[in-house]
């Protein structure tokens, strides 16, 4: 469900650059939209912790919403934004595929 919530967005990405700015911020809002339906890595009152690639896939996925929102709404270049959002796009996806976790190191007491 995770990687084709985030494959959904790349598509949405496809030509982009051809776009008109006008339909760039609407195809941004659209990657809002779908990443919506992203799961957080846990909850609250979760007594087990994540796992650390999907915490660093949320991360990532939370990068792509704030640079989305920051484009849609002026901030940063949308070619800028464009850029931020494939390379977390793409961050998140290869995490998520390769099933990448970092072990945190044990400190000796």
Same mark, same amino acid.
């Given at each position: 469900?995770?990687?084709?919530? &985030?494959? =959904?967005? !790349?598509? !949405? %990405?496809?030509?982009?650059?051809?776009?008109?700015?006008? /339909?760039?911020?609407?195809? %941004?809002?659209?990657? &809002? =939209?779908? !990443?919506? *339906?992203?799961?957080?890595?846990?909850?609250?009152? =979760?007594?087990?912790?994540?796992?650390?690639? /999907? #915490?660093?896939?949320? %991360?990532?996925? *939370?990068?792509?919403?704030?640079?989305?929102?920051? *484009?849609?709404?002026?901030?940063? @270049?949308?070619? #800028?934004?464009?850029?931020? #959002?494939?390379? @977390?796009? /793409?961050?998140?996806?290869? #995490? !998520?595929?390769?099933?990448?976790?970092?072990?945190?190191?044990?400190?000796?007491?």
């Amino acid at each position: 469900m995770k990687t084709q919530i &985030i494959t =959904d967005c !790349l598509d !949405l %990405l496809a030509g982009f650059e051809l776009q008109e700015p006008k /339909e760039q911020k609407a195809t %941004l809002e659209t990657i &809002i =939209d779908t !990443l919506g *339906s992203y799961p957080k890595p846990q909850n609250k009152k =979760d007594i087990i912790r994540a796992k650390s690639n /999907e #915490i660093a896939s949320y %991360l990532f996925v *939370s990068n792509v919403r704030n640079a989305c929102k920051l *484009s849609t709404l002026g901030y940063i @270049n949308l070619n #800028i934004g464009f850029n931020t #959002i494939q390379f @977390n796009l /793409e961050g998140a996806l290869s #995490i !998520l595929v390769d099933e990448i976790e970092v072990k945190e190191t044990q400190t000796i007491k």
